[in-house]
């Protein structure tokens, strides 16, 4: 058995919101063209409109990813010292050179 002891809190937090800004894109893109195709996007009563909230919200996104991350890493570490962390059983296996 391995045990994660901790997190890296800001490598972590980096990679995920790498990801989160990724996922974000792949949908925001599709969405914007699809909106502006059709009409346009309003959002009554915010800042963003138009085209500008299909731009902004992958960084938003991104943003609220790392924050959210950073603060569940914080959280584990702290819970981990406590209980001795999760557990996980890995194999190591030899690599395939076919």
Do not use: H
């Amino acid at each position: 058995m391995k045990r994660i002891k901790r997190f890296g809190v800001y490598q972590t937090a980096k990679v995920i919101a790498i990801i989160y800004f990724l996922i974000a894109l792949v949908f925001m893109i599709p969405f914007g063209l699809i909106s502006s195709i059709l009409g346009g996007a309003n959002f009554p009563g915010t800042p963003f409109g138009g085209g500008l909230f299909f731009i902004l919200m992958p960084f938003i996104y991104g943003i609220m990813g790392f924050i959210m991350t950073a603060i569940g890493c914080l959280v584990y570490n702290l819970i981990a010292t406590w209980t001795g962390g999760i557990e996980l059983e890995v194999e190591i296996t030899e690599p395939n050179l076919d």
